[in-house]
């Protein structure tokens, strides 16, 4: 499924007031979602060029501050755009690309801004081999941004996986230990052609946290072992980046 962005061009953007600045593609190591923080705030167009004017005239900044926008229709703004260092998430904006809600975040998100949010970070994602972690803006400084609701969202699983009842966790967690003490005698990878519910487990749990394993679907192909790296990687002080889901992995991706 491909998407409509409305290019700074076709919402009438200032543009910069001087050039932007790139980001060094290997430094970058996530996406933050931000949301407009404003009660009963302007929509759509006038919601991002709102955005622009208080970025540039009050806060005296570059140009608006976000790579993306997303209304509460689901339309996507190109803001500064892809592989442009943003201004909304210090110290973290050489380090990130930035998607804000223009809407309130801390009310019920429509379904059709989810599904833009989900699509962007799926393609920023894409961009960058997807190595990146997703957080909302209060997980990198001292702020409420991007609301209690879509934060949630977020921490959930963004709507990709159900969250179970709470009477439901008991099996859950019985199910994880029963999985790793097989996974800890018997490590699955792709070089042993690994199948079945401990690999779908593990795709399940990999894709919730935003780490695209491919289809769900037990099998320990290429894309699993890409993703299996890519988790490894971000935790390499404790796990070993050898595409191989053992003890530990199994240990660190259910913690
Ligand atoms: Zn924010």
Redesign the pocket.
């Known amino acids: 499924m491909s998407k409509t962005i409305i290019s700074r061009k076709g919402w009438g953007s200032r543009g910069p007031r001087k050039p932007f600045s790139w980001l060094n593609k290997r430094r970058v190591q996530g996406i933050?979602?931000?949301?407009s923080?404003v009660k009963n705030g302007p929509k759509g167009v006038a919601a991002v060029k709102a955005f622009e004017r208080h970025h540039m005239d009050a806060n005296g900044w570059n140009a608006i501050a976000y790579n993306w926008l997303v209304d509460e229709d689901g339309v996507i703004y190109e803001g500064r755009g892809a592989g442009v260092i943003s201004a909304?998430?210090r110290p973290y904006n050489s380090r990130t690309e930035?998607i804000?809600y223009t809407g309130d975040g801390d009310k019920a998100v429509p379904e059709k801004s989810l599904e833009s949010i989900r699509w962007l970070i799926g393609d920023i994602q894409e961009r960058y081999g997807q190595k990146l972690w997703v957080k909302?803006?209060?997980d990198l400084?001292s702020?409420s941004?991007?609301g209690t609701w879509l934060y949630n969202w977020l921490q959930s699983g963004m709507g990709i996986t159900r969250m179970p009842e709470p009477q439901e966790w008991d099996g859950i967690k019985a199910q994880i230990e029963r999985l790793g003490a097989i996974v800890a005698r018997k490590p699955l990878s792709r070089r042993r052609r690994s199948r079945g519910e401990a690999v779908r487990v593990a795709q399940e749990r990999l894709k919730a946290i935003g780490i695209d394993p491919g289809p769900v679907d037990g099998v320990f192909g290429g894309r699993t072992r890409i993703a299996v790296l890519n988790f490894q990687r971000k935790y390499r002080d404790v796990l070993s980046v050898d595409g191989v889901i053992g003890r530990n992995t199994w240990k660190v991706l259910f913690s």
Do not use: D, E, Q
């Open positions: 933050a979602l931000h949301h923080g909304a998430t930035s804000c909302g803006h209060r400084a702020t941004c991007p």
